[in-house]
């Protein structure tokens, strides 16, 4: 792979003008593809084959729509306080005007008189209106909204305050451009690296137009396949970080390169070769590891991932390509000022890395190191026993927002289960759904924190009916999951005794039924993710014991990080320091993504780390100094990278989505950890204790693995031998 990569490197170097041009041609085309036949993103998380979903689709099969339907709706809430009741002349008179109002404003199809449907509360005190529209959610525009908010609002005469909820009044989010703020620490940390502003604007200057095409492919995509509203930020966040660093792995390694008195295109040609085999690898990981989110089987899950996945080959394959490219474009700007010159590589030997030394303090304590690094990662973790899981409502919304306050005054108004009302789907045969329906009702009302069971709803055909199940607790209480339990319970019982198949669904089953597949999910997906790379990693380092080290910091690293989560966002450490508003349960969906991206990034740091130290000991050198020398050309690089990848996971943090934000900030954390504490601390330590036991492989092993020769010792052999024989064929100067 080494001796391909040389020649594309050389190839990009030498035909620079031609690479430049191909790829401005795919930026284009995807542009005017982008342009022509991109589709709307979704905001939906539910998962096809769980109960829940059967059951809405049977809803929306026989029922006709009705209470499934796709079009959206709103509440609007109304509350007085003190002495008044709105049910007073005075109050009704208010809210009957802005219900008139409401009925008015763009794009809605009804609107249901709290008077007229009884959703007053027992004490008079809240009521609510419910807003259908003639459009799905992610069709409701800007000035239908602002006109519901204003129609909504004529109503607070007279004592009476309004509030709404329902998707539809989210105001649109201000988390764009979050990325620019870890795009500017990138820069300021690129140009203290490589003291050159060229250097500096590469590594940016690739990995954005890797995220352009990687956006422009995702908006592309939308016209074919249902993508949720996450995907472009999460595609973002991974292909700025690994673009910025793929690049600044290979620059720094080809201004090493000149510095060893190379010409730009053999300096392209092996920088290419070695740092660019490491760059497949290390992207490869990556890709694996959002790939095999496919494995739970979770279709918003499997198409953020591959989303996510095909940015990050975008920016593989402009590193390989079109960046020996634009080095060539670059010149001898790439390098410092100082350094313009033609300088021998040992004259910049004079000063000892800080690679070097923190590599010699730790080789030195090295069990004293490991232990402490150990016990510290491991304190950390402690947080995380209690991670509890959920899917975001209102209830942890901004307390300030109308959202919140709105779920806050239906709790007190209705009871805290009527923000979480399980729908029961009844079949039956033709003309038994209301006799099975009403038996199945009676059955589920002796049940434990069942408020209230509605009476069924009929379809024509007399087969199908619905119950409406009011719980005693909140939608996310553990009282209400065991509710929901205790009714799958007695499914068949009820079958038994009425001939009739029942099904929980609703908002609230939804959710349940969402986080028990994706916590089901969990193990079968590291099973293959783990599997996968360690294959890949035995093929990088051909040995057993580097990849079985490489998997175990990982999982302390993602253990580490599932601390600080649950420490912050659940706990609510430090939540003023993160302008964090409410916390509660994690979101769902974040242990399975967290476990894939920070998967894949931890092994982008023991690929160019400990790949430098196996071509050193490859070469000859013991494993102490081996170790030492990968860490002083690796530990800046790396420091440099780990530094980037921060930068631009924690500009997320300012997102207003709640999954980007802690998926921002956990994945900061993590690459923090796992990049100082693990892959420079401990590793060096282990890799020590280990020596050269470190690199053993089984001789059978070694014979069926294919040689990939990621460092590139057949590369450096070519090239020598390729050297002698240039040397051998020069003609001797004449002898006078």
């Known amino acids: 792979m080494a001796t391909l990569l040389y020649r594309l490197g050389r190839f ?7 690479t430049a041009v191909l790829w401005l041609a795919l930026l284009i085309a995807f542009g005017i593809g982008a342009a022509k036949l991109s589709g709307p993103l979704s905001d939906t998380l539910s998962i096809p084959g769980t109960e829940s979903s059967r059951a809405l689709q ?9 209470a499934s339907s796709d079009t959206a709706t709103a509440k609007v809430v109304f509350t007085v306080s003190g002495a008044a009741k709105l049910t007073d002349p005075a109050q009704q008179a208010a809210v009957e005007r802005a219900v008139a109002e409401l009925a008015k404003a763009p794009q809605v199809a009804q609107v249901v008189d709290p008077y007229q449907a009884k959703t007053v509360a027992p004490d008079a005190r809240t009521a609510y209106a419910t807003v259908t529209y003639g459009v799905a959610a992610d069709d409701v525009d800007t000035a239908a909204r602002d006109a519901l908010i204003a129609a909504g609002r004529t109503g607070q005469t007279d004592g009476v305050q309004v509030e709404f909820s329902g998707a539809v009044t989210q105001e649109p989010g201000e988390g764009g451009g979050t990325e620019m703020l870890g795009v500017i620490v990138a820069a300021i940390v690129l140009a203290i690296t490589f003291g050159a502003l060229v250097a500096a604007g590469l590594p940016l200057l690739t990995a954005l137009l890797g995220v352009g095409v990687g956006m422009l492919g995702i908006q592309i995509a939308t016209g074919f396949f249902d993508l949720n509203n996450s995907t472009s930020a999460l595609a973002t966040m991974l292909g700025l970080a690994v673009g910025i660093d793929y690049a600044l792995f290979v620059v720094s390694r080809y ?10 295109e053999e300096a392209a040609g092996r920088a290419v070769g070695t740092a660019g085999s490491a760059v497949v690898f290390a992207g490869l990981t990556v890709i694996i590891a959002l790939v095999a989110l496919s ?3 979770i279709p918003f899950l499997t198409s953020m991932g591959i989303a996510a996945a095909g940015t990050v ?30 300088v021998p590589a040992h004259a910049q030997a004079a000063k000892t890395p800080f690679g070097e030394r923190w590599a010699r303090l730790v080789l030195r304590h090295r069990v004293p190191a490991l232990v402490l690094s150990l016990g510290v990662a491991l304190l950390i973790a402690v947080p995380a026993m209690s991670l509890k899981l959920s899917l975001p409502d209102d209830s942890t919304a901004n307390p300030a927002s109308t959202q919140r306050k709105a779920y806050d005054q239906l709790a007190e108004g209705f009871g805290p289960g009527f923000q979480g009302p399980l729908l029961i789907v009844v079949e039956a045969d033709k003309g038994q759904a209301q006799a099975a329906a009403v038996q199945a009702g009676q059955t589920i009302a ?5 408020v209230a069971v509605t009476p069924p709803t009929v379809n024509q055909a007399g087969d199908t009916a619905i119950l409406t199940v009011i719980p005693g607790s909140a939608p996310t209480a553990d009282a209400t999951k065991d509710l929901v339990a205790a009714i799958r319970d007695h499914e068949a019982g009820i079958k038994a005794g009425t001939g009739a198949t029942i099904a929980v669904t609703g908002t609230t089953a939804l959710n349940l039924d969402v986080s028990a597949k994706l916590t089901g999910a969990l193990v079968p997906y590291l099973a293959v993710v783990v599997g996968l790379a360690f294959i890949l990693l035995m093929l990088v380092f051909r040995s057993i014991l580097v990849p079985l080290k490489a998997t175990l910091g990982f999982l302390l690293s993602v253990a580490a990080s599932f601390g600080a989560l649950v420490a912050v966002f659940q706990w609510g450490w430090l939540a003023d320091v993160f302008g964090l508003t409410t916390t509660g349960p994690i979101i769902s969906i974040m242990p399975i993504f967290l476990i894939g991206i920070l998967f894949g990034l931890a092994m982008d740091y023991e690929v160019f780390l400990v790949t430098r130290t196996r071509e050193e000991y490859v070469h000859g050198a013991a494993p102490d100094p081996a170790i030492v020398t990968g860490m002083r050309h690796g530990a800046r690089v790396v420091t440099a990278a780990a530094l980037i990848m921060i930068a631009v996971f924690a500009g997320f ?4 989505q709640d999954i980007i934000k802690s998926l921002g900030f956990t994945l900061a954390f993590g690459v923090a950890i796992d990049a100082f504490l693990i892959r420079m601390t401990i590793v060096p330590a282990v890799l020590s204790l280990l020596g050269r036991s470190a690199w053993w492989l089984p001789r059978w092993l070694d014979r069926l ?8 010792e057949r590369l450096t052999r070519q090239l020598a031998t390729a050297a002698d024989r240039d040397e051998a064929d020069r003609p001797e100067p004449a002898r006078v």
Do not use: C, W, Y
């Not at 990009?12 to 031609?18: A, E, K, T």
């Open 653 to 656: 943090i300012l997102s207003d």
């Open 58 to 66: 049977v809803m929306e099969e026989k029922m006709g729509g009705g």
């Open 313 to 342: 080959a975008v920016a593989v394959l402009i590193t390989l390509s079109l960046l020996p490219a634009l080095l060539g474009f670059a010149g001898r700007r790439i390098l410092a000022r100082r350094q313009r010159g033609a």
């Open 705 to 712: 693995l294919p040689n990939v020769d990621v460092e590139g």
């Open 446 to 450: 002796k049940l434990d924190d069942v």
């Open 295 to 297: 494995v739970a089987g």
């Open 12 to 18: 990009s170097f030498r035909r620079r003008r031609l």
């Open 255 to 264: 201004r090493h390169e000149l510095a060893a008195g190379r010409d730009g």
